[in-house]
């Protein structure tokens, strides 16, 4: 929980979207919203993030699109497209570590979905990868 003055928050989402018609992709990028687990595979994200209540999850899920598919159509020659939308569902204090476990699953679940690494582009804010482990997100 953030405490924030007098005020006090603690709002919680598990996000996910995929690509159009799901094709295999990799990377996603972050913003102000914080990041507690991710599971990036070939054709679709699940993020689990905290935000302050004056904030919107639509500005960082447009750029975490935005960013990612730039950074993959500049390494493969076919366009990579996200999907229209995502999903979004707010969870409470209670339910993270369930939330977290199954983000942390997905890998194991969608194994043969497991995209290899793309290098970021030097100078450029960190995005997500896979190669990210959930022990060190936790």
């Known amino acids: 929980m953030t405490k924030p003055g007098h005020r006090r928050f603690g709002l919680f989402a598990h996000i996910t979207w995929h690509t159009w018609r799901r094709q295999r992709v990799v990377r996603a990028a972050r913003n102000s919203v914080h990041v507690l687990a991710q599971a990036v595979m070939a054709d679709h994200v699940h993020v689990l993030v905290s935000f302050r209540p004056d904030q919107t999850l639509t500005p960082f899920i447009r750029d975490a699109k935005s960013e990612s598919s730039r950074r993959v159509n ?3 020659p076919d366009r990579m497209v996200w999907a229209r939308g995502y999903y979004a ?4 204090h209670t339910h993270l570590a369930a939330a977290r476990m199954y983000i942390a699953r997905q890998r194991a679940k969608h194994s ?11 100078g450029r804010a960190p995005g997500l990868t896979n190669s990210d482990s959930p022990k060190a997100l936790a």
């Open 74 to 76: 500049a390494t493969k």
């Open 89 to 92: 569902g707010s969870l409470s």
């Open 112 to 122: 043969d979905l497991i995209p290899p690494r793309v290098d970021r582009p030097r």
